[in-house]
């Protein structure tokens, strides 16, 4: 394999995506286990080339690992310590599975670029899982979709991006759900209900939040849905265009 | 003058701050006169360390400008565009600037450095305008407090960059009430509306803005403020501790 061809990236830079999918009223996220190590964790990421914006390499990212474009994506923190990567307990452990991986691909100047302090911008997206055809980068051996509550313990500080991309995505959701790719084309008000409360993991009084919902004047009403039981079925919603 | 130190550091990645005080009813933000250039402005920024954090070096650059310490200070975006710095039209503007300068200090290979690809991490702080005590960095010729809508053209991006932090500040004003520095240690419900009414460029029902203000519940209240005419002194407010 050929050399890993540094000069096409902005060094000290990366870009982590916390992916959120929702499937079975769960809120979940796409987790990658690493080629350079046992039982390595990561969020899927990668670098940013010299001649893309930070938000087209966020998007060639997520493309490269779930095949979806035009994803919703948002970048939401910047995580700048002086001590990232480079005092990390997992440092050690990938310049052990880098070196042992293919040689000729990663020197011993690409491990250090590797290996060196980086500031990572994190984005989250939106994406409905069952479009999503999951496929591995050049770094990663799996990828897993797994419920927010079940992660294992990641690399570096992986896991707390995590709890700052649910910050993010809790904070204004009324206002990011017409971008949400989260629910179905169609769906009841108990659908989106039940969408909200696994993504702020309570639950609401089911009266006040159709309300709060239908006052924000973003869904259109359609048809019942077919139950078999007209009288009882509840009505189908989608975004208004 | 001694070389620049590109050593210390992070290529490719600076920092910009938009530092809003509050001063006669009006929003302001501190510009500066960049020294590279005939009527070029810039909003004070700076670069990372390498031994510091993304943080540590915003509160710096803002510490270098301002001689203030502990300020209210928040990351809001990141600017990434492929063309950024390297396609502006003041690049060559200042490029010719540096030269002039102090060809000790700018040699071509710091000259290339500074006028290469830059993403920009974008930070407010809110201040407090009569604390501050404005001194000019490296790259000032004066700084100046301008009313958010008597800015002149600024170099790049710098406009846009204001735009998009003040639409970051209206996010959720009322939850960064606390960490504000824009009002004094105490003030009347008169003033804390009309700080309200500069950031959201906006009147409130003075009913209305009362009640969700104490609604609030961040606030005490004190003794009424001294005006002579005891019966109609408003109430003096300060930040509950």
Do not use: C, M
């Given at each position: 394999m050929k050399e890993f061809n540094l000069e096409q990236y902005l060094p000290h830079l990366s870009i982590d995506c916390v992916i959120f999918g929702y499937e079975g009223k769960e809120l979940k996220i796409l987790i990658s286990k690493s080629k350079f190590g046992?039982?390595?964790?990561?969020?899927p990421g990668g670098y940013i080339k010299k001649t893309e914006s930070?938000?087209?390499a966020a998007s060639r990212i997520l493309f490269e690992r779930t095949?979806?474009?035009?994803?919703?994506?948002?970048?939401?923190?910047?995580f700048g310590s002086e001590t990232r990567i480079i005092q990390s307990s997992f440092n050690e452990t990938m310049r052990a599975g880098y070196r042992q991986?293919?040689?000729?691909?990663f020197t011993d100047e690409v491990i250090s670029w590797l290996t060196d302090r980086f500031v990572c911008i994190g984005y989250y997206a939106l994406v409905d899982?069952?479009?999503?055809?999951?496929?591995?980068?050049?770094?990663?051996?799996?990828?897993?979709?797994?419920?927010?509550?079940?992660?294992?313990v990641m690399m570096h500080d992986h896991n707390d991006i995590v709890l700052e991309a649910l910050t993010a995505l809790r904070l204004n959701l009324d206002s990011k759900l017409i971008g949400f790719n989260l629910l179905p084309e169609v769906f009841t008000m108990r659908e989106i209900q039940e969408l909200y409360e696994a993504v702020y993991e309570r639950s609401f009084a089911i009266n006040n939040f159709q309300k709060k919902i239908l006052d924000l004047k973003v869904l259109e009403r359609l048809e019942k849905k077919f139950t078999g039981a007209q009288n009882k079925a509840p009505y189908l919603y989608r975004f208004a265009k």
């Open positions: 046992d039982n390595l964790w990561a969020l930070i938000d087209n095949d979806l474009k035009n994803i919703y994506l948002e970048q939401f923190r910047v991986y293919d040689s000729n691909r899982i069952q479009k999503v055809t999951t496929q591995t980068g050049e770094f990663d051996e799996l990828l897993e979709w797994r419920n927010i509550h079940d992660l294992p």
